[in-house]
């Protein structure tokens, strides 16, 4: 799998924003633009990419902030989409294609109802789900402890220790290391 990878800091409360983009193609789909859309698009003309779509793994604020800012199919679960009528709804198990690359949905709601986690091979975007050392807050308007708890357990049962955790917030990490260090999997 040949890909690019790029993480940059934006919005107002430095939402790791993805560009995720095919090194054959050219594609790319950015994951959770909170805000910076020109910067966000310095980076992909930089890497000779063309963004295909945006990619949403919850429907806050801080990750949806850019989400009008680019002229692309913007996808986010049904149940985080609220009264927007431009989503294009992803359920779990949804393949998006972003070039000869494929990003499985995993839904993982806890966060919010409609959180989803995106894994292509070892590689897992997990939104605001799984964090380096803990998870995301389960005590915001539709957030559910036990739900959360669920698809934490999900996760564990299908995410290969060796597969890069990439979180909404924070530095990357693996799923080994958060099996070892985090006490909530």
Known sequence: MKHILRALQVGPLAANCYIFGCTETKAAAIIDPGGNAAAIQRQLTGDGLKAECVINTHGHYDHTGANGEFKLPVFIHKADAGAAAYFRFIKD???IKVGNLSLEVIHTPGHSPGSVCLRCGEILFSGDTVFAGTIGRTDLHGGSEERMAESL?????????????????????????????????
Do not use: C, V
């Open 93 to 95: 198990g949804d393949i």
């Open 153 to 185: 357990a999900k996760l564990a049962a299908m995410i290969d220790d060796r597969t890069k955790i990439y979180p909404g917030h924070g530095p990357s990490t693996t799923m080994g290391q958060e099996r070892e260090e985090n006490p909530f999997l």
